[in-house]
């Protein structure tokens, strides 16, 4: 007989897998998180968007989207949406895009590199402090 928590939540994972979880649990939240940032991603206007990354902050259910230039009406999606699951969306304004954040990484690792180590650059450009300036030459 399968486990079910005291306090159930039913979970249906985008591949249509399902399962109870308990709501205390912080693989919930994670989950949620998990599942929401899936749909940031999956929505048309991601690539023209401001969108450069996500952030999560699973303990307050909570993203932080981290963002290049104005408010849109894709932002707007993503503020309602989090909203309509229940969770808290920031946005944190950064001053390059994510162009040109994946050209400084590219640049600093050289077009040679593998793309473990690319994606590694790509992490720490984009986790730099808001105010920081990224150059390509």
Do not use: H
Not at 27 to 47: C, H, M, S, T
Request: net charge positive.
């Amino acid at each position: 007989m399968p486990f079910i928590p005291a306090d159930p939540v039913p979970i249906t994972l985008r591949g249509g897998a399902s399962f109870l979880i308990s709501r205390q649990d912080p693989q919930l939240r994670q989950l949620r998180l998990d599942e929401f940032n899936g749909w940031i991603a999956e929505q048309p206007a991601v690539k023209s968007s401001g969108y450069i990354a996500s952030v999560f902050d699973v303990p307050n259910l909570a993203i932080t989207v981290l963002w290049f230039g104005g408010d849109s009406a894709f932002r707007q999606q993503i503020a309602a949406e989090g909203a309509r699951r229940g969770i808290t969306v920031r946005f944190e304004a950064r001053k390059q895009s994510l162009a040109q954040t994946e050209a400084a990484a590219r640049a600093l690792v050289g077009l040679v590199c593998s793309d473990t180590v690319f994606l590694t650059a790509m992490r720490t450009i984009v986790n730099a402090q808001p105010g920081a300036s990224l150059r390509v030459y």
